[in-house]
């Protein structure tokens, strides 16, 4: 059973710096991202990444901003998100697919098979 468990979490002032877990449990790897869900609207994907290295994926709205990596011995994900804004105030999703495959697509898409409970992130101007 994949259980995906986030934390890092927290309110920061714009401009500051957070960087997001995502522990998993049960995953034998293939491609992870994260995503986010403001209030009142869908939730979208902010970086996909597969665990066995490559090239992650950023949303437009990221880049240059945040870094997502993965440590294949503590298999977690991370997320380094640096000069926040209030438009980056969601909660945010890890989520994991089991398969090394459409890992940017699954950006767009959502396409993911296990999901974690979220973590708020909250910014303020």
């Known amino acids: 059973q994949v259980q995906l468990v986030e934390s890092g979490g927290g309110s920061v002032q714009a401009g500051g710096s957070l960087r997001l877990s995502c522990s998993a449990s049960g995953y034998s790897g293939g491609c992870m991202g994260w995503f986010r869900q403001a209030p009142g609207k869908e939730r979208e994907g902010v970086a996909t990444i597969y665990t066995n290295g490559g090239s992650p994926y950023y949303a437009d709205s990221v880049k240059g901003r945040f870094a997502i990596s993965h440590d294949r011995a503590k298999n977690t994900l991370y997320l380094r998100m640096n000069d926040l804004k209030p438009e980056d105030t969601a909660i945010y999703y890890c989520?994991?697919?089991?398969?090394?495959?459409?890992?940017?697509?699954?950006?767009?898409?959502?396409?993911?098979?296990?999901w974690g409970q979220g973590t708020q992130v909250t910014v303020s101007s």
């Open positions: 989520g994991a697919r089991p398969s090394y495959d459409i890992c940017l697509a699954s950006l767009w898409s959502g396409t993911i098979d296990y």
